[in-house]
């Protein structure tokens, strides 16, 4: 079973490769994996990727949410896989076509994960981009709707919010993945932000996330390092926790 701190993955949401190297060096061995998404990836491209997974020895989760005709996202996705990362990013979207390109674009060398609604995205938003129905009035409902497409689709697991995890779990297996972004501690600042569907690290774990995305609470502490380790410890307590019951 991971460890607490292994479950943590700390997204790189700076603008250079210098300010995100001096966050690695920081963070190392206190967070199991890094995401380096679509800011960071478009100012320092492939080379900081090499850097992280070849000279700092440090796991990836590439976040592009790869969304394009199926020909496209096949091939984007091959040269993803090329660049040894753990984890990477497909949009739902509409097509279950485009996720099994990027599934076969992966060549099994990384694990695709579809993305299902961001956390960011309420349903009154769905309402206004035009969604009707239970798809739009509920949004649990939208994310198990496309959290199947990418289990059929041969994803490894989506990107979920914590309130979701759990019954992806119970109805798509233990074995699918669920990654899960919308952390916020209860001994956080509370300031706000576009998050909506949020749950504290525990919350989340108890509910089945493999990962929780962790940016701001560890970023904006005035101790990051102290921050990252007291989530991995509040991890480790939920996880003994959960055991004993099993017991």
């Not at 963070?27 to 679509?38: A, C, D, I, Q, Y």
């Not at 990836?41 to 969304?67: C, E, M, Q, Y």
């Not at 990384?110 to 009154?124: I, K, Q, R």
Request: charged letters at 25%.
């Amino acid at each position: 079973m991971k460890k607490g701190k292994e479950r943590i993955v700390f997204p790189l949401d700076v603008p250079t490769a210098a300010d995100a190297k001096k966050l690695v060096s920081r963070l190392r061995g206190h967070v199991g994996m890094f995401k380096v998404g679509l800011e960071l990836f478009i100012s320092s491209g492939p080379a900081l990727v090499d850097w992280l997974t070849n000279r700092a020895g440090v796991a990836v989760f590439l976040d592009l949410k790869l969304h394009d005709i199926p020909t496209t996202v096949e091939r984007a996705m091959a040269r993803i896989a090329a660049m040894g990362v753990e984890l990477a990013t497909v949009h739902c979207g509409e097509s279950l076509s485009m996720l099994e390109a990027a599934v076969r674009g992966s060549r099994g060398k990384v694990d695709v994960l579809g993305v299902t609604l961001l956390t960011s995205v309420s349903s009154e938003d769905l309402r206004g981009a035009g969604y009707r129905g239970e798809l739009a009035d509920d949004s649990r409902r939208m994310v198990m709707f496309k959290a199947e497409m990418a289990r059929a689709a041969g994803c490894a697991g989506v990107v979920c919010s914590g309130l979701e995890a759990a019954e992806i779990k119970s109805r798509l297996g233990e074995g699918f993945l669920a990654v899960t972004p919308g952390i916020r501690p209860d001994w956080g600042s509370g300031a706000a932000d576009d998050q909506r569907r949020v749950v504290t690290p525990a919350m989340a774990v108890a509910r089945g996330a493999d990962y929780i995305v962790v940016g701001r609470p560890i970023r904006d502490a005035d101790d990051p390092v102290a921050a990252a380790q007291r989530i991995g410890e509040e991890i480790d307590a939920t996880l003994a926790a959960m055991a004993d019951k099993r017991l």
